[in-house]
């Protein structure tokens, strides 16, 4: 775990690891790489512990990346029903109704989750996101950037200030950005076809199609990428 982990979220895994009872479910519940185990970990553990916030958070945040947004946003509210002032629970929120297109509703989870923690940096990095897709270029570089500043190695943020940059027509410092973001995480998908992007916008065809290409080659169902191959008459 990263020393740039945030406090409550330490404090939260610390809670639910800490008995030695159901420690298999605790364990699949919050760190299980695939959403499927961690979906099921996290059923049972709430079978078994029915007010467990940590556990309904991370239940949602699997439910989310099922594509099940209607359920995320039902365990993260759940979540902050039992904890009013569980931050992570309201970030956590705040990126389901990002994926679900309700950006006022997500920026205003996140701000409460900067509210009860002033220091929280994914909150600050998921409210850029919501503010970038709503169109608010300005608020989404700054939000991002605040998120750098808490934490000089995070490299969604990076990427995502790129793309905010890139959106606000910002080319050199969309590129500037989102170079750093892979010298942080080389092997991002997300970061490739960012680049990918800005080379296309720098009407560098060729530069282009090699980064979509990369960042299939990491998740093949990227479909910005497939559909950026598209625009430029390459194949995958």
């Known amino acids: 775990m990263s020393r740039h982990t945030s406090t409550p979220l330490l404090a939260a895994l610390a809670a639910v690891l800490a008995g030695p009872a159901h420690s298999d479910d605790a364990r699949d519940c919050v760190q299980a790489k695939d959403r499927e185990t961690s979906i099921r970990a996290c ?11 940590v556990a309904y958070n991370h239940r949602g945040n699997g439910y989310r990346a099922a594509g099940n947004y209607d359920l995320a946003i039902a365990d993260h509210t759940k979540a902050i029903e039992l904890d009013p002032r569980f931050a992570l629970a309201y970030n956590s929120r705040c990126a389901d109704f990002t994926s679900k297109g309700d950006y006022d509703a997500a920026i205003a989870d996140c701000s409460k989750a900067i509210e009860l923690h002033p220091k929280y940096a994914a909150a600050y990095f998921n409210r850029g996101i919501a503010s970038g ?11 991002h950037g605040r998120s750098i500043s808490l934490n000089p190695r995070y490299a ?4 995502g200030r790129a793309w905010a940059y890139l959106k606000a027509g910002d080319k050199v410092q969309a590129m500037a950005d989102v170079q750093r973001a892979l010298e942080l995480a080389a092997d991002d998908a997300a970061a490739l076809d960012t680049r990918a992007h800005i080379f296309e916008a720098m009407k560098k065809r060729n530069e282009a199609i090699s980064d979509f290409r990369q960042a299939l080659l990491k998740d093949p169902s990227l479909q910005s990428s497939l559909d950026g191959l598209k625009r430029l008459g390459a194949k995958p």
């Open 133 to 143: 897709r709503k169109g608010d270029f300005d608020r989404a570089i700054a939000d």
């Open 156 to 159: 969604k943020a990076y990427n």
């Open 43 to 53: 059923t049972e553990l709430l079978r078994q512990q029915p007010m467990n916030v």
